[in-house]
């Protein structure tokens, strides 16, 4: 018994030993570091490795994106090599306001930064993130201000025949209120599932601050999947914890489209919401700006307020759904009704500008009124999340 107990010590001390000296080394490595002046330093230690690489969107944009747009169009810098094995990058000018996103690339393996414990999954692949403070970046944290829901359930889709899983937002105080509420319908990209807007988009803070600030009515913000092969996210449902690829379940065939009252009565039925055209709204990005396009025409006694964030415009010539048939005499009905708000948002650089510019003037020449708004960058969350922002200040007032 005693040589078990003096042994048992021993472990105990040396395992307590090791971890300490585990916790001084992770430590040393500090990344990524904010400086006073907004640089930052991006630390790896990998003294085996011979290349080591960082890809951000704090970084130049490559020239060419590709149609998955979500992060990828991210530019490249290399790490320098110190004598103790830690790699290093600073960036060359102060970072503006904005949550970022990167990974490295070892030896050509993408990895997240092992010294940053925040990290999303966006898509099929993880980012380690960090935010620099100030102007719209602020919107992003959770502030000292009252905090809504985020709930995930589940509804019955009898036009897919499956049980679906869907993310709620209720703005603070509905649990004690009997007051009833407008309703903004938010839509993923290609990849993405019900949780892309409150991981990466920050979909939840930003209506937190908004509402908090009094620049947002307070909201219901229901956010779905559109993959309508699909349950739910990847790792959530019967499927089990298998690998997402980002053509998984993948659809654009009118499908979602055509099940979308589904969404909207589980909704009604089940929240005390408003339940007329002036309160309803619906946005979504890429995939999900060509859903909120299509499903507003496809139904257009339900939405007032339509937003459409780098959105996809054409149907490819294989998708033959209704849905994408006749769209200039859906949207004349639609604009018929007259919406109060219909909304393109874009970045200069997108891989879908020409598409949006053609598709504006397709409304032009019909003299059909919508909020436009530019700005610089490409298909990107950066982009997204700024938005969201504009888009819901916007809503039922």
Do not use: C
Request: hydrophobic fraction near 35%; aromatic fraction near 12%; charge should be negative.
């Amino acid at each position: 018994m005693r040589k078990i107990s003096i042994f048992t010590i021993w472990l105990l001390i040396n395992t307590t030993t090791f971890a300490q000296r585990t916790l001084r080394g992770e430590q040393e490595i500090i990344s990524p570091e904010i400086h006073g002046n907004n640089t930052v330093t991006f630390r790896l230690n990998a003294p085996q490795a011979t290349g080591v690489e960082i890809t951000g969107d704090f970084l130049p944009e490559p020239e060419m994106q590709t149609p998955t747009g979500g992060n990828d169009a991210q530019g490249v810098a290399e790490l320098i090599k110190h004598d103790n094995g830690v790699w290093e990058y600073t960036t060359p000018a102060p970072l503006s306001p904005e949550l970022y996103s990167y990974t490295f690339t070892v030896d050509g393996v993408r990895v997240i930064d092992p010294a940053n414990v925040y990290a999303i999954r966006n898509e099929n692949k993880i980012y380690s993130i960090f935010i620099i403070g100030g102007s719209h970046a602020d919107l992003y944290k959770a502030n000292n201000v009252p905090h809504g829901t985020v709930s995930r359930r589940w509804y019955n889709s009898p036009s897919l025949n499956m049980d679906r899983r869907i993310t709620i937002y209720t703005p603070a105080g509905y649990e004690q209120s009997k007051e009833e509420y407008p309703v903004f319908y938010l839509l993923h990209g290609a990849g993405g599932d019900e949780d892309s807007w409150t991981t990466f988009g920050r979909a939840s803070h930003i209506l937190d601050n908004l509402i908090a600030q009094g620049k947002a009515q307070p909201m219901i913000v229901v956010m779905t999947n559109g993959n309508s092969g699909q349950q739910s996210a990847p790792g959530e449902s019967a499927n089990g914890m298998y690998k997402p690829s980002f053509t998984d379940y993948l659809r654009m065939d009118g499908e979602f489209e055509k099940s979308f009252p589904d969404v909207v009565h589980f909704i009604e039925n089940n929240y005390r919401v408003k339940t007329d055209k002036a309160n309803r709204a619906i946005a979504g990005l890429s995939m999900g700006g060509f859903h909120s396009l299509h499903i507003s025409k496809q139904y257009p006694d339900l939405f007032d307020y339509v937003g459409l964030f780098s959105a996809v415009v054409n149907p490819r010539e294989d998708m033959t759904s209704e849905v994408y048939q006749n769209t200039d005499e859906k949207l004349k009905v639609q604009f018929a009704q007259n919406p109060k708000i219909y909304y393109i948002a874009i970045g200069a650089t997108d891989f879908l500008f020409d598409a949006n510019v053609a598709f504006r003037k397709r409304l032009d020449e019909n003299k059909y009124p919508y909020v436009y708004y530019e700005n610089g960058g490409g298909h990107i969350w950066k982009n997204w999340r700024i938005y969201l922002a504009e888009f819901a200040q916007m809503l039922f007032k």
